[in-house]
């Protein structure tokens, strides 16, 4: 079953005019062009329809798992480091959240976890891609601050004899931020890092209304502050590059509540950056879906896919009697400007990186719940 959300700034759109009887040769070639022009959209949207190449690979050596690692792929391998949890109890019971800085690798999709080094310290809630075989991760938090540090992980393959080699990590430091942040989103659009909203201080009550890009492949990279979004701050958004642009939706904004503590306002909105054109706002979504998987998962050439997020559906609901993040999963048309509803995911999760990884779109680790986390890592493989 689909549902389909087809809006052009708020408004839906209206179905093409049939051409009468008695209208013109160029009237007639016309709506046959649009005419076949819808169908090429459909055919795009059945094919992400058939969004169901799910499976496991090995889960992370960790009984708990963790929220918002740095992942990525290096030398081949698959990376992921760093993240937080609940190791002992749960937020409910007075457990203390814990940052961790252990690099894992997997060498192969039927290998096993290894660990191959350590972060420059705990960190979590930052943003990480895959460029030029290493893993960049920008800003982050710990259990004190968050920071503005950038730095690119990398691995050799190493050891005493052929016999012992293993995979060890290497850190090369990147410019840091203009300021500190974490629960930011990013996504490369060819050599560049595009770096969108987040939140200045574990305190803060307001989000970051903050685009900032990165040329990796320049010689002396630098970060430049772009003109922002025309809508909402956000944090937790969901970030991706497809069609030649930049794509930023959905997230959170944040406002002081009665008690002075941070209070959200959840969104639905989103905005496509295209490189010396702006910024263009979208159909909104049919959801919210704060904090899910990014960047979002690409499939072909025009279409992107927002996996699960907290859809605002539970928020009163009890810790203990939460049943878990939305399955659906949307699919948004770049030419079309629409988003349909497509196969479930059998892993909704949050606050959780994505790869591209042997062919495949995996989710490594992330919240199942609030405060409990997965150390399942999901493949998703399009036909």
Request: hydrophobic residues 40%.
């Amino acid at each position: 079953m689909r549902r389909d959300s087809q809006t052009n700034g708020g408004k839906r759109m209206g179905t093409l005019p049939f051409a009468c009887p008695h209208s013109s040769a160029k009237s007639s070639g016309a709506f046959r062009l649009a005419f076949h022009t819808v169908l090429l959209m459909s055919a795009s949207f059945i094919s992400a329809a058939e969004l169901t190449g799910w499976s496991k690979l090995p889960a992370l050596p960790d009984k708990e798992g963790f929220a918002s690692m740095f992942a990525g792929a290096s030398g081949g391998a698959l990376l992921a480091a760093g993240g937080a949890n609940f190791p002992d109890k749960k937020p409910w019971e007075g457990g203390k959240k814990i940052w961790h800085d252990t690099i894992f690798v997997l060498e192969k999709p039927d290998a096993q976890w290894k660990v191959a080094g350590k972060l420059p310290r705990p960190l979590g809630y930052g943003v990480s891609v895959t460029h030029g075989g290493e893993v960049v991760c920008v800003g982050g938090s710990d259990a004190e601050r968050h920071y503005a540090e950038s730095f690119k992980i990398g691995t050799v393959v190493a050891g005493p004899t052929l016999q012992q080699l293993s995979r060890v990590s290497l850190i090369t430091p990147l410019p840091s931020l203009p300021l500190s942040v974490a629960n930011a989103c990013g996504a490369l659009l060819g050599d560049t890092l595009y770096i969108a909203g987040g939140i200045e201080k574990p305190d803060s009550t307001s989000t970051l209304k903050k685009f900032y890009a990165l040329d990796l492949a320049s010689k002396v990279p630098a970060w430049r502050e772009l003109e922002p979004w025309p809508g909402p701050a956000r944090m937790l958004a969901v970030a991706t590059a497809q069609d030649g642009s930049f794509f930023l939706v959905s997230g959170a904004d944040l406002h002081p509540g009665p008690d002075g503590k941070a209070a959200r306002t959840y969104l639905k909105d989103g905005y496509r950056y295209t490189p010396g054109k702006g910024w263009k706002r979208i159909a909104d979504l049919p959801r919210f879906a704060v904090a899910a998987p990014s960047p979002a998962p690409t499939v072909g050439t025009t279409q992107f896919l927002v996996i699960s997020g907290d859809d605002a559906a539970q928020l009163t609901v009890k810790p203990t009697e939460h049943k878990g993040f939305p399955k659906s999963v949307l699919a948004y048309d770049t030419r079309a400007d629409r988003w349909t509803e497509v196969a479930p995911t059998p892993a909704p999760r949050v606050t959780v990186p994505t790869v591209r990884w042997n062919g495949a779109w995996l989710v490594v680790s992330g919240e199942q719940k609030p405060g409990i986390r997965s150390p399942e890592v999901w493949s998703l493989r399009h036909p």
